[in-house]
């Protein structure tokens, strides 16, 4: 443990203390029920991009799976660091509003801030400009986690590096099989099939999406 980071951690939960009941009660809110909020634009950079071109579609299809292989890589490092909870670990602290998750429920790194760098990377990789919002959601989580209590500075930070450089790799790695599958997908004699990649984009028709979205670059 850096005695700075524990510094950091004691001011900043201290501050969590010297804030108004309302605020606390919504920090503890949305430390959880914010991973529902990237959920929710998850599934709307999908209804969105059943209208556009075949690769803006796999790779809204994709962002959710990238932000899952990210928190999986961040569970893993969990068990190899096996860093105690500050909760428990840094002396005199204020109590954390949170309740302080069981030993054996390790620090380093946050998965919740690993989901949503990670969450924040893919969804502005369907287009560049949801980058405004999903930047600020992400840090707020980050921050969210210290605030309550239950995580280090340092651990939101890797976290969030952690989560938006895999879900960037795995991204780039997958985006041309997906869309393969993708258009064999919108070419299928299932209705069922043909409504979940929805119609497409006409070609004819340029999108307005076009200087926004990552689609746009060549990734093979």
């Known amino acids: 443990m850096d005695f700075e980071d524990a510094e950091l951690y ?32 998850f599934v709307t950079a999908w209804w969105r991009t059943r209208h556009d071109s ?11 799976l990238a932000t899952a292989v990210a ?25 954390a ?19 949503a760098g990670a969450a924040a990377i893919a969804l502005a990789l369907t287009g560049r400009a949801l980058l405004w919002l999903t930047a600020p959601l992400a840090l707020l989580m980050a921050f969210s986690r210290v605030f309550v209590g239950v995580h280090y500075p340092h651990d939101v930070a890797a976290g969030l590096v952690l989560g938006a450089l895999v879900a960037m790799t795995a991204v780039r790695l997958t985006a041309h099989p ?12 299932a209705p069922a099939v043909r409504w979940f990649t929805g119609p497409g984009r006409p070609e004819h028709v340029p999108s307005h999406h076009s200087h926004d979205s990552y689609a746009s670059y060549d990734m093979k």
């Open 178 to 189: 997906a869309t393969r599958l993708a258009e064999a997908m919108r070419a299928s004699p």
């Open 97 to 115: 509003l949170s309740t302080c998750p069981p030993p054996g429920d390790w620090s380093f790194p946050s998965n919740h801030a690993a989901i």
């Open 54 to 64: 075949t690769r803006a579609f796999a790779i809204a299809a994709l962002a959710p």
């Open 10 to 41: 004691r001011d900043i939960t201290d501050f969590a203390h010297d804030t108004p009941t309302w605020v606390q009660h919504a920090a503890e809110i949305w430390t959880e029920a914010g991973l529902l909020l990237f959920a929710a634009l």
């Open 71 to 95: 928190y999986v890589c961040s569970e893993v490092l969990k068990s190899v660091v096996t860093q105690e909870r500050p909760c428990r670990a840094v002396p005199d602290a204020t109590a």
